[in-house]
């Protein structure tokens, strides 16, 4: 995905009048009982599933975001499937 972005909303010393592109790789979602299922897999090796959560947190807010504007609803909910202990957890 490719989506425009307000270029303080990345970086808060960056000028508002600014945007900027951001662009990822989704690498699972689908659609269930009318909602976004996103899903993300890392293989960060942890202590606790929350540090993985926050480490990735700006991340999934941008794929949620082009969700979003894809598919015109405001219903997505986002996962992290950490492999390193098989955790999966809701961001």
Same mark, same amino acid.
């Given at each position: *995905?490719?989506?425009? #972005? ?19 790789? =989704? ?9 976004? =299922? ?6 960060? #090796? ?7 959560? =926050? ?23 986002? *996962? ?7 955790? =999966?957890?809701?961001?």
């Amino acid at each position: *995905f490719v989506i425009s #972005v307000n270029a303080k909303e990345v970086d808060s010393s960056l000028p508002e009048t600014e945007t900027l592109c951001v662009q990822g790789v =989704i690498d699972c979602y689908f659609e269930y009982d009318g909602k976004i =299922i996103l899903v993300d897999y890392k293989t960060d #090796v942890y202590e606790t599933p929350s540090e993985v959560a =926050i480490k990735y947190s700006k991340q999934l807010y941008y794929y949620e975001k082009a969700l979003k504007a894809k598919y015109k609803t405001k219903n997505v909910q986002k *996962f992290l499937y950490l492999m390193h202990k098989n955790d =999966i957890i809701e961001v």
